[in-house]
Every structure is written in structure tokens, then in C-alpha cells.
């Protein structure tokens, strides 16, 4: 099994970016498909951005298109978010999830690993 510990989150202004990091231990990262969802108060957890485990293929949600990225570095055994261009929409708190399954899902039942979240904020 992996552990996930997500980091870089933070209290940031509208137009602002963030990177978050998802630090792994345990089994190889590379054997887990990696995504990152969010969970606003009140809300339920919305997916955000997949990668398979070759960093080959990523699937992004329409909200967050053309802003976000999501990477991976097997070796160093971390998955990375890059936020650029903030709104106060993208605040909640982010988990980083690990799937047995290469396939890229994007339903949160398809994970077997979580971690903690890390909370982004973005003030208008």
C-alpha cells in the first residue's frame, strides 16, 4: 500500500497560483494511477486532475482546464499540482488519491488512497 501527504496549500489572492505536492511512501508510486480532487464546505468531493502511471495520459475537469496541470516524478515519488490563475471557486480542500486501476478515473470510488487534503484558499 502508499501513504499520501499532501502540501502547499495556503491562503493566496484571486489571479494568484499555488503548487501543491503530494509526497508518497510506502509502495512505488509508480504503480498507482494519481489524481488530485477537492472539497469545498457543503459540497461533495469534485474531481480535479488524473495521471496515469507513466505521466503518458492526463485527463483534466472542465473547470480547472487550461489553469491547472498535474505532474508526476516517479523517481522522487511525488505527484505535483500547478495552480495558476486563482478564483475564489477553487477554494477547498485538496486531497491527493492513489488507484490501483491505470485507467483514468474520475469517480472518487475508483481510489484506494487518500491522503489528509491540504486546504487552498483564494480571497477576491
Known amino acids: 500500500q502508499v501513504q499520501l501527504v499532501e502540501s502547499g496549500g495556503g491562503l493566496v489572492q484571486t489571479g494568484d497560483s499555488l503548487r501543491l505536492s503530494c509526497a508518497t511512501s510506502?509502495?512505488?508510486?509508480?504503480?498507482?494511477?494519481m489524481a488530485w480532487f477537492r472539497q469545498a464546505p457543503g459540497k461533495v468531493r469534485e474531481f480535479v486532475a488524473r495521471i496515469r502511471r507513466s505521466g503518458t495520459m492526463i485527463v483534466y475537469a472542465d473547470s480547472v482546464k487550461g489553469r491547472f496541470t498535474i505532474s508526476r516524478d516517479n523517481a522522487k515519488n511525488t505527484v505535483d499540482l500547478q495552480m495558476n490563475s486563482l478564483k475564489p471557486e477553487d477554494t477547498a480542500l485538496y486531497y491527493c488519491?492513489?488507484?490501483?486501476?491505470?485507467?483514468?478515473?474520475?469517480?472518487?470510488?475508483?481510489?484506494?488512497?487518500w491522503g489528509r487534503g491540504t486546504q487552498v484558499t483564494v480571497s477576491s
Open positions: 510506502g509502495r512505488s508510486v509508480s504503480s498507482y494511477g
Open positions: 488519491a492513489a488507484s490501483y486501476s491505470d485507467t483514468l478515473l474520475i469517480g472518487p470510488s475508483g481510489y484506494q488512497y
